[in-house]
T-cell receptor, first 117, second 111 residues
Framework: EAGVAQSPRYKIIEKRQSVAFWCNPI?????LYWYQQILGQGPKLLIQ????????DSQLPKDRFSAERLKGVDSTLKIQPAKLEDSAVYLC???????????????FGNGTRLTVT | TQLLEQSPQFLSIQEGENLTVYCNSS?????LQWYRQEPGEGPVLLVT?????EVKKLKRLTFQFGDARKDSSLHITAAQPGDTGLYLC???????????FGGGTRLMVKP
């Protein structure tokens, strides 16, 4: 099966500019996640979708970050305006359904590496 | 926020040595997962442990879930250069699929 697709792979922008990342999950996976992974740290959940609805966005900095999954398939994550501390790898993951136990593991994309200068 | 602390943060060993990586929390998890991440790639699931005291083996890797389901360990026997990578533990509190990741252990195995 095709894995989680993300684009672009790399992005360099100046602070205060805007940027968007795209994710296409594995076909049939209802749950989609966006994680932020700062260099040297583990991934931090930004937002979780179940189909086209938001399950959890408690750690999303909503003053500058937004995400949507309008048709319940692919998703975009936007940052506007970007800050230096947003430099990180943005990982998208999907799972068959909610619940990260044995029956619904997360499958990650290769991420988008964002550098804000 | 439930915290998962991993130790050590960095580990550099010679090929053939054994090692253990720890993942600790003050919170109880319904399940705990271990991932391995290579540079430029996303994390890849190695194993999920669900039952307190559970031990799972994956070739030279042995995973254990603590009896109280608050901690876990990963033991690698006779490490190989191909084991090099970032090892991440992640706990599921079974509340809307909140998967919390630890900070990771970066392992380097030298030939």
């Amino acid at each position: 099966e095709a894995g989680v697709a993300q684009s672009p792979r790399y992005k360099i922008i100046e602070k205060r500019q805007s940027v968007a990342f795209w994710c296409n999950p594995i076909s049939g996976h209802a749950t989609l996640y966006w994680y932020q992974q700062i260099l040297g740290q583990g991934p931090k959940l930004l937002i979780q979708f179940q189909n086209n609805g938001v399950v959890d966005d408690s750690q999303l900095p909503k003053d500058r970050f937004s995400a949507e999954r309008l048709k319940g398939v692919d998703s975009t994550l936007k940052i506007q305006p970007a800050k230096l501390e947003d430099s990180a790898v943005y990982l998208c993951a999907s799972s068959l359904f909610q619940g990260a136990g044995n029956n619904s593991p997360l499958h990650f994309g290769n991420g988008t590496r964002l550098t804000v200068t | 926020t439930q915290l998962l602390e991993q130790s050590p943060q960095f580990l550099s060993i010679q090929e053939g040595e054994n090692l253990t990586v720890y993942c600790n929390s003050s919170s109880v998890f319904s399940s705990l997962q271990w991932y391995r991440q290579e540079p430029g790639e996303g994390p890849v699931l190695l194993v999920t442990v669900v039952t307190g005291g559970e031990v799972k083996k994956l070739k030279r890797l042995t995973f254990q879930f603590g009896d109280a389901r608050k901690d876990s360990s990963l033991h690698i026997t006779a490490a190989q250069p191909g084991d090099t990578g970032l090892y991440l533990c992640a706990g599921d509190n079974n509340a809307g699929n909140m998967l919390t990741f630890g900070g990771g252990t970066r392992l380097m195995v030298k030939p």
